[in-house]
């Protein structure tokens, strides 16, 4: 096989050894290797078609190829993609009023990743504290949630419990507390006078699609008012209709002082991140004190603006809800054949897989025989997070093809 060939076709295994031959081993894919993808399903290099039930971490919210966006992309592209903020573009300005009119916050600083926008919470919550709130410089600290998942940067690692995310890459950021996902007790001990912010994931993805439990959000905004301490809410992967909201804090009724967007936000297309908050908050920063130079562009505000236009209209916000209460009626009807527990809000599930059957990977390996692409979490929890645009027919079929994977297990 010729590196440089004027006929790229090569098998699957040529495409996964390649990558391994030449890239760093920082992830363990699922041996599938997509060439296309459209709406919900995605056709590997052989042809073979699966319902893609991971979205990208809900980045592809909108399905694959998304006409709408794909469309405001293309247009883009033939106008301007990039200026840097040294100078003004036209896509920004209508981007930053549309989206805060979305959010019902006054003011948007757009980054790329999700990793920026809560570095770049984490330096706002700072400055305010020192500028605003008067705490003493240098001793700024933020409370954080157990089990938390906001990214993979130095200072983010830093309040990861993660082993794997923080091992070996100190010395860590300091000013950071982690208390209990849910325990508002422990909340409250925590926070002192130098507390700037309390940063949680309203609901935690990556470790498994946890629910707040009653009451819990409500409380943290209690405290976080009491304290006159900022409320941000990492929703980068729960935010923009996956839940069945806009924003999953909806659904607890609490109005956090930040917010933090990304994934879906970029349509599928470019990496488009952004924090929210009024204007006493993000009020903070002047020229030169904080910046990225592709945050903000033409294309990912065009692309942002498409988004932005589908999410004014609730219409995915209430597919995620309806869809979301058949897919827990399914995952339900699953628990005690090989699931021990289910948790979902909207279009977004985690299941515990029983160990006697196997691990989460164990299961998404037979997803994949059947036709179903998924993604395991901390060893025994599936998660499932489809495109909003998935047909109540398809969502049927991976729940049908979750349940042949699970019996795979126990006659193997
Ligand atoms: C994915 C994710 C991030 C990080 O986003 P990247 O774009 O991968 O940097 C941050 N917070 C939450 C809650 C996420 O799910």
């Given amino acids: 096989m010729s590196l440089f060939t ?20 920082n992830y363990a894919p699922l041996p599938v290797v997509i060439a296309t993808a ?3 399903w995605v056709t590997d290099v052989a042809g073979n078609r699966y319902l893609d039930c991971l979205s990208a971490y809900s980045a592809v919210n909108f399905g694959h190829g998304n006409e709408r966006i794909v469309d405001a992309a293309r247009d883009q592209l033939g106008r301007v993609t990039l200026t840097s903020r040294a100078f003004h573009h036209d896509q920004f300005g209508p981007f930053c009023a549309e989206l805060t009119a979305l959010v019902g916050k006054q003011l948007v600083l757009p980054m790329n990743t999700g990793a920026e926008a809560v570095e770049t919470g984490i330096k706002v919550a700072r400055k305010w504290g020192y500028r605003v709130k008067g705490v003493p410089a240098g001793r700024a600290n933020m409370v954080v949630a157990a089990n938390n998942f906001h990214g993979r940067t130095t200072t983010v690692i830093s309040f990861s419990d993660d082993p794997d995310a923080r091992a070996d890459f100190g010395p860590y950021t300091p000013g950071f507390r982690a208390v209990p996902f849910g325990d508002a007790a422990a909340l409250a001990a925590a926070i002192n006078g130098d507390t700037v912010a309390v940063l949680l994931e ?5 470790a498994g699609v946890i629910l ?29 209709a996956r839940t069945g909201r806009t924003l999953a804090c909806e659904h607890y009724g609490v109005v956090p002082d930040m917010y933090l967007l990304g994934k879906a936000l970029g349509g599928g ?4 991140s952004a924090v929210l908050a009024d204007a006493d908050v993000l009020g903070v920063l002047r020229p030169g004190q904080h910046g990225s130079t592709f945050g903000g562009n033409p294309l990912a505000c065009a692309v942002g603006r498409a988004v932005v236009g589908m999410l004014a209209t609730g219409e995915y916000q209430e597919r995620a809800r309806v869809l979301g209460e058949q897919l827990r009626a399914g995952l ?3 628990v005690g054949h090989g699931v021990t527990a289910v948790r979902s809000l909207g279009l977004w599930a985690g299941i515990d897989v029983d160990p006697g059957l196997g691990t989460g990977r164990a299961v998404c390996e037979r997803l994949l ?3 179903v692409l998924a993604k395991d979490t901390h060893g025994q929890t599936l998660r499932l997070a489809p495109p909003l645009v998935i047909e109540p027919a398809e969502l049927d ?16």
């Fill in 38 to 40: 459209r709406g919900s």
């Fill in 212 to 240: 707040p439990p009653p009451g819990y959000l409500a409380r943290v905004r209690e405290l976080c008012t009491r304290h006159n301490v900022l409320f941000i809410a990492d929703e980068v992967q729960s935010g923009l």
């Fill in 6 to 25: 004027d006929t790229p076709v090569r098998t699957a295994t040529e495409y996964i050894q390649l990558g391994e031959a030449h890239s760093a081993a």
């Fill in 202 to 206: 309203p609901v935690q993805g990556e």
């Fill in 397 to 412: 079929g991976a729940v049908e093809a979750l349940r042949r994977s699970l019996k795979d297990l126990a006659s193997s």
């Fill in 269 to 272: 297309v470019v990496p488009v």
């Fill in 332 to 334: 339900e009807s699953l």
């Fill in 369 to 371: 025989a059947h036709g």
